[in-house]
Nanobody
Framework: DVQLVESGGGSVQAGGSLRLSCIAS????????MAWWREAPGKEREFVSR???????NYADSVKDRFTISRHNAKNTMYLQMNSLKPEDTAMYYC????????????????WGQGTQVTVS
């Protein structure tokens, strides 16, 4: 089964930093994009950042210039470096992996981790 495991969440003061990690599954015949999403109390889950199989990144406007997404393919790991954290960044952060490829058994399927809590005060 495909499993994603997030870690690195915690509680920090405003202006502080956290580094989130996501360990994903990889498949020889699949390419994959990875992304971070977050869900705050009373709000819908929202997109935070994405990194594709080429390493191209994009960010939600709310986190641009503060967060940096990266991936280490040999470790099947994605990171989110979060700097200058604000109280409004408080949320459960979820790792998402999207697999694709014509010969990929998981083609077109998205997988989510269990989430890691980030609290900024």
């Amino acid at each position: 089964d495909v499993q994603l495991v997030e870690s690195g969440g915690g509680s920090v003061q405003a202006g502080g930093s956290l580094r989130l990690s996501c360990i994903a599954s990889s498949f020889a015949r699949c390419s994959y994009d990875m992304a971070w999403w977050r869900e705050a109390p009373g709000k819908e889950r929202e997109f935070v950042s994405r990194i594709d199989n080429f390493g191209v990144t994009n960010y939600a406007d709310s986190v641009k210039d503060r967060f940096t997404i990266s991936r280490h393919n040999a470790k099947n790991t994605m990171y989110l470096q979060m700097n200058s954290l604000k109280p409004e960044d408080t949320a459960m952060y979820y790792c998402k992996t999207a697999y694709f490829g014509s010969d990929c058994p998981q083609n077109g399927r998205d997988y989510w981790g269990q989430g890691t809590q980030v609290t900024v005060s």
